[in-house]
């Protein structure tokens, strides 16, 4: 038995996100069908990042277990004949058999894209939440400046999380605009559930001036859901990268 | 009876181009309906380009009489609530009566957007052509300098056109890579039928070795659709803007 990782794109639009569930078609779901059927073996494969519906992803990573004789960097070409257009693997390769995506040391980069102008633009819609009321770079970048680092970030979880403790820790987090388009890119060495979206959310809020940079602080400290802002929509949401130590 | 100007923006996706044709529905017969109906009137309305199936639209323009009174700058708001999330007017405003969207001294400005990686990324499928094989920008770049000026495109016009001239001027091509995606942006005084889609596929194929950067002179000077390179597919072309003089 060999075990393959693969990276994988998929735009989340039409997914239930990527856990199998009884409600809709998921990514994972897709991936085990056609997995079975080019290898001719049941396939479940082991996903890193169980992304929520509606989430797109650049590098997710999933592993599997197989008898193949298909050399591991030839299994994205033969699997990418067989996947819808919205699945498509970027990389394909051998492994350790020891190697599990969740349980070892990564850091993970997320984009957030919001679309920020006075009319929305239907060449955006898909991939950005769009925000109609003007929104100050420079104070969403000092707001920035406080979630990077080790932090509590319990204020910025859903209370679906259910982790031993809500401290992450946040290398890098970098907010540009790009003509009408604000991307929030993030990386850190894990993200509780509904993370990113919080702080996108939060941040958005600084960006209209609903909120001060420095509150920002004051709602890491506070540890409390209720006193940040909103779930950003899943639609804005990228998974960018996994990177493995 | 006053005349109206709209910016309109459109993901082609889902639409059989601008015109109003019987087998499709199109961007064109979507505004005539839906214009019809916030103001009460049969409203015709007269577009700047007629964009083909699949082609995508951030600044299209387009006009319409009525007696309506709403203030110009009013009716993209109203509009809008009645509009498919894949059609926005970006800009309403009344103009002189005499404003012809198509009899004027215009500038319009196409981008054409190329992934080149190794595999197709789906967060990038739906508003651009992917091409596999590494392209070489420089060259591209390099080719772009002979398109620039006045010329007789001819070698660059499909065989539906049925213009008087086929003299037009081309003010800037610029080619800029960001990541894997590969951005042409075209600015003229009038595009014959397919011209950027099929400047699009030669400057692909000098990008890929296919041609030398020269031989798009050549091409040029031969006034000969065969000897220029394929059509690039629709989806990667949007008409950015139009402006009037």
New interface residues.
């Given amino acids: 038995m060999k075990r393959f990782k693969l990276t994988v ?3 989340g639009t039409n997914y239930c996100g990527w856990q199998i569930q009884p409600n809709g078609i998921t990514v994972e779901e897709v991936l085990n069908t056609h997995l079975s059927e080019l290898l001719k073996e049941d396939i479940h494969i082991i996903g890193a990042s169980r992304t929520d519906s509606g989430v ?1 992803a ?1 590098g997710n990573v999933a592993v599997f277990d197989s008898e193949t004789r298909i050399p591991g960097e030839k299994i ?1 070409y033969a699997l ?1 004949q067989r996947l819808p ?7 394909s390769e051998q492994v350790a058999d020891d190697f599990h995506p969740r349980y070892c040391d990564t850091r993970k980069t997320y984009e957030y894209q919001i679309y920020n102008a ?6 955006f ?3 950005s939440h769009f925000v109609g009321r003007p929104m100050d770079i420079e104070k969403m970048q000092e707001a920035a400046s406080y979630i990077v680092g080790e932090h509590d970030f319990a204020s910025f979880c859903a209370s679906k999380g259910q982790q031993k403790t809500t401290v992450r820790e946040i290398y890098e987090l970098n907010i540009c605009r790009e003509g009408n388009l604000v991307k929030l890119r993030i990386k850190g060495n894990g993200f509780l559930y509904n993370m990113v979206r919080i702080i996108a959310g939060t941040l958005m809020h600084v960006g209209t001036g609903l909120y001060k940079p420095e509150d920002v602080k004051v709602i890491i400290e506070a540890k409390d859901r209720s006193k940040a802002g909103p779930t950003a929509p899943a639609k804005g949401l ?1 998974l960018i990268e996994i990177e493995y130590f």
């Fill in positions: 794109a998929y735009d797109h650049y994205s990418n257009k919205d699945i498509v693997i970027q990389k006075e009319f929305e633009n239907p060449l819609s898909r991939y990228r």
